[in-house]
T-cell receptor, first 115, second 112 residues
Framework: AQSVTQLDSQVPVFEEAPVELRCNYS??????LFWYVQYPNQGLQLLLK??????LVKGINGFEAEFNKSQTSFHLRKPSVHISDTAEYFC?????????????FGKGTKLTVNP | DSGVTQTPKHLITATGQRVTLRCSPR?????VYWYQQSLDQGLQFLIQ???????AKGNILERFSAQQFPDLHSELNLSSLELGDSALYFC???????????FGPGTRLTVL
């Protein structure tokens, strides 16, 4: 079974500042990792994914994340945030095995970008 | 736009009733997943179908059922509704093992 811990429930930052949203996971098998963003009253949009290969993954809207297997982490970063990045961000994991690739989500981090 | 469509967008009903939520996956995607999002439970996996067959079950109540039809659209049936079933229900689809899931806009269910 897998579990995901998002270490911060809320992160306030100023516009143009860097931000890091932290995610740690637990799994007895190898995993795929994902970050999704949810804007108010909308669905989940895929930001980026780690399936294999380079541990530094670049996504949409200038976000990137680094997979660290030894620390079981997949932190999301952006060097300079905009007001429009205000949203809730979810880290998710799925176990690599034949059959189901159900996603297990963290509880989310609300990012608020202030002017 | 993810390419996944869900209807209806909103649904308001009474306790004890039954509703059906519909999902059309992205063109070419064979897997459909259903998730529930609530304030107290967060995002929870309910059930997965792959090419018409049930592949995995999560925290799905016995009052809930789903199916995937030959044209690959899926329906989630919720019966004997309770106040606690009020939530956002998301459908997601993926093309194959090891690929990302793309989410629809969700159906917001309110049980009064």
């Amino acid at each position: 079974a897998q579990s995901v811990t998002q270490l911060d429930s809320q992160v306030p930052v100023f516009e143009e500042a860097p931000v890091e949203l932290r995610c740690n996971y637990s799994s007895s098998v190898s995993v795929y990792l994902f970050w999704y963003v949810q804007y108010p009253n909308q669905g989940l949009q895929l930001l980026l994914k780690y399936l294999s290969g380079s541990t530094l993954v670049k996504g949409i809207n200038g976000f990137e994340a680094e997979f660290n297997k030894s620390q079981t982490s997949f932190h999301l970063r952006k060097p300079s945030v905009h007001i429009s990045d205000t949203a809730e961000y979810f880290c998710a994991v799925s176990g690599i095995r034949g059959g189901s690739e159900k996603l297990v989500f963290g509880k989310g981090t609300k990012l608020t970008v202030n002017p | 736009d993810s390419g996944v469509t869900q209807t209806p967008k909103h649904l308001i009903t009474a306790t004890g009733q039954r509703v059906t939520l519909r999902c059309s996956p992205r063109s070419g995607d064979l897997s459909v997943y259903w998730y529930q999002q609530s304030l107290d439970q967060g995002l929870q996996f309910l059930i997965q179908y792959y090419n018409g067959e049930e592949r995995a079950k999560g925290n799905i109540l016995e009052r809930f059922s789903a199916q995937q039809f030959p044209d690959l659209h899926s329906e989630l049936n919720l019966s004997s509704l309770e106040l606690g079933d009020s939530a956002l229900y998301f459908c997601a689809s993926s093309v194959a093992t090891g690929s990302a899931q793309y989410f629809g806009p969700g159906t917001r269910l309110t049980v009064l």
